[in-house]
């Protein structure tokens, strides 16, 4: 089984819809992150948590919300999706901070916004 | 001028041949310079990280990082179809985190059997 797990892997929504993007994990870490991925601008950070009551905003928050509901368990939500939203979708999580640290990634969701 | 820059390519190399991935980057402030190789659908993952000019080497692998003149490389030796994905570069500032991390956009490279 794979240590971090994304669900759905592929998703169509329409404008407008609320959507709820998730992520568990079996690595024990405490930082978890979700990143999108678009083709000719590589990853961006969404937003991060390095435990269970701790929610950062990342380079691209605007639109998206998170909740952390367990230390296993990261959840990326779009309110209101838009076209501009489709992108291949990341969690990734990591055990120690700083310049050591290493981000291991789930195998995505590949989200459309029509 | 974006942060890191890196080829997208595609780089289409012969099985067996040397291959040389590049990035460059603006902020003198990175100190800390990871390859992630990401196959087709699937999340990237940590090849190599070095933090030091100079070269790593691990196996068919060498990290290149020159901070004088903002360049970092990744070579690969006798490679290999199994090499073939997109290997994206990312770079962090001393003290930070991954939360500080800055990924390149990525060069998508194909070995030829």
């Known amino acids: 089984d794979a240590d971090v797990t994304q669900t759905p892997r592929n998703r169509i929504t329409k404008t407008g819809k609320r959507i709820m993007l998730e992520c568990s994990q079996t690595k024990g870490h405490d930082r978890m992150y979700w990143y999108r991925q678009d083709p000719g601008l590589g990853l961006r950070l969404i937003y991060y948590s390095f435990d269970v009551k701790d929610i950062n905003k990342g380079e691209i928050s605007d639109g998206y919300s998170v909740s952390r509901q367990a230390q296993a368990k990261f959840s990326l939500s779009l309110e209101s999706a838009i076209p501009n939203q489709t992108a291949l979708y990341f969690c990734?999580?990591?055990?120690?901070?700083?310049?050591?640290?290493?981000?291991?990634f789930g195998s995505g969701t590949q989200l459309s916004v029509l | 001028q974006k942060e890191v820059e890196q080829d997208p390519g595609p780089l289409s190399v012969p099985e067996g041949a040397i291959v040389s991935l590049n990035c460059t980057y603006s902020n003198s402030a990175f100190q800390y310079f990871m390859w992630y190789r990401q196959y087709s659908r699937k999340g990237p993952e940590l090849l190599m990280y070095?933090?030091?000019?100079g070269n790593k080497e691990d196996g068919r692998f060498t990290a290149q990082v020159d901070k004088s003149s903002k360049y970092i490389s990744l070579f690969i030796r006798d490679s290999q179809p199994s090499d073939s994905a997109t290997y994206l570069c990312?770079?962090?500032?001393?003290?930070?985190?991954?939360?500080?991390?800055?990924f390149g956009k990525g060069t998508h490279l194909i070995i030829q059997p």
């Open positions: 990312a770079m962090m500032h001393s003290g930070g985190g991954a939360d500080g991390l800055t």
């Open positions: 070095t933090y030091s000019s």
């Open positions: 990734a999580t990591s055990d120690v901070g700083g310049p050591n640290e290493k981000l291991f």
